[in-house]
């Protein structure tokens, strides 16, 4: 029996437009720029590839410049990862919020790789 996952959402500024910031999270091309080595996509199926090992993610719900959510294939049916754009009333700026599920034990690991990830992201927006 597996152990029930919790469920965590992170907050990262990013100074760029909704829509650009969602071309580089519901795309291949845009993934690929900072999510992983090599993404391909076939229908709603993902294929992100790192070191030569390949995860396949199936995108389950996305509105566009709004948000997109994934499942990765070892997810449970109530699991997922998600990409949602907002805007701050305060000061407008564009807040990347990432919703993931992750083992209890390892939910500051999953962390500090997702803030990894995102730096990788801003850079290459130039945000």
């Given at each position: ?12 500024p ?5 829509t ?25 199926t ?25 499942r ?56």
């Amino acid at each position: 029996m597996s152990k029930k996952k919790v469920m965590y959402t992170l907050e990262f500024p990013v100074r760029c437009s909704p829509t650009i910031l969602y071309e580089f999270l519901s795309t291949p091309v845009g993934l690929q720029e900072w999510f992983a080595d090599k993404v391909d996509q076939r229908d709603h199926t993902f294929y992100f590839s790192w070191n030569g090992a390949t995860d396949t993610a199936e995108v389950i719900d996305q509105f566009e410049n709004d948000y997109v959510r994934y499942r990765w294939d070892y997810y449970s049916d109530d699991e997922f990862f998600e990409f949602r754009i907002e805007q701050s009333p305060v000061t407008n700026e564009t807040i990347l919020k990432i919703t993931d599920f992750a083992d209890k034990a390892e939910l500051k690991d999953q962390e500090r790789l997702w803030n990894t990830q995102v730096s990788d992201l801003k850079h290459r927006i130039g945000s």
